[in-house]
Antibody, heavy 119, light 107 residues
Framework: QMQLQESGPGLVKSSETLSLICTVS??????????WGWVRQPPGKGLEWIGA???????FYNPSLKSRVSISVDTSNNQFSLKMISVTATDTSVYYC???????????WGQGALVTVSS | EIVMTQSPATLSVSPGEGVTLSCRAS??????LSWYHQGPGQAPRLLIH???TRDTGIPARFSGSGSGTEFTLTIIGLQSEDFGVYYC?????????FGQGTRLELK
């Protein structure tokens, strides 16, 4: 059974960089043509897609975040990562990593990681 | 960007009842639509993809329909674990976009 697990600091200072890693188990990140993505959810609000990457490094980003976000993949460790620069309080959210299946719906999700941006 | 609009925002229902949730796309997305359920403190879970295909292990009381711009998720015989928030998501075009959610609460 495929599992995804987010890890990283739960507290980031305003104007600094948010960094999260998603570790995939139960399957190889290099198998198939899936995208691997990030979604966030501010407290009490809805879901926002951040971006996605294939194992070969092809990426798509949400235009609203593209200038501050980068996603990378580490196939040797079966992981992919999110970096978001110049964070503010509005970036406080639960960040989910997920596998996109076939047509790009989210088939598998991590449990989520709360990241709080402090001033 | 394709805007997804869900209605209603909140539904108050009793266990055992049935409900229909709506999702509208701002342009034609064919059948490139999925539905998710999010329980309190949990990650979203895929229920339906390709507008009407139940994901593995999803009970038959969940059904999806629609194509183009109008979609519905129907749940019959609501059980306690079905309460929470439901989201639709389109994958016709990048960026991937979600509806704002419909909250199903206990009456």
């Amino acid at each position: 059974q495929m599992q995804l697990q987010e890890s990283g600091p739960g507290l980031v200072k305003s104007s600094e960089t948010l960094s999260l890693i998603c570790t995939v188990s139960g399957g190889s990140i290099s198998r198939g043509s899936h995208y691997w993505g990030w979604v966030r959810q501010p407290p009490g609000k809805g879901l926002e897609w951040i971006g996605a990457i294939t194992y070969s490094g092809s990426t798509f980003y949400n235009p609203s975040l593209k200038s501050r976000v980068s996603i990378s993949v580490d196939t040797s460790n079966n992981q992919f990562s999110l970096k978001m620069i110049s964070v503010t309080a509005t970036d406080t959210s639960v960040y989910y990593c997920a596998r996109l299946d076939y047509s790009n719906y989210f088939g598998y999700w991590g449990q989520g990681a709360l990241v709080t941006v402090s001033s | 960007e394709i805007v997804m609009t869900q209605s209603p925002a909140t539904l108050s229902v009793s266990p055992g009842e049935g409900v229909t949730l709506s999702c509208r796309a701002s342009q034609n997305i064919k059948d490139n639509l999925s539905w998710y359920h999010q329980g309190p403190g949990q990650a979203p879970r895929l229920l339906i993809h390709d507008a009407s295909t139940r994901d593995t292990g999803i009970p038959a009381r969940f059904s999806g329909s629609g194509s183009g711009t109008e979609f519905t998720l129907t749940i019959i015989g609501l059980q306690s674990e079905d309460f929470g928030v439901y989201y639709c998501q389109q994958y016709e075009n990048w960026p991937l976009t979600f509806g704002q959610g419909t909250r199903l609460e206990l009456k």
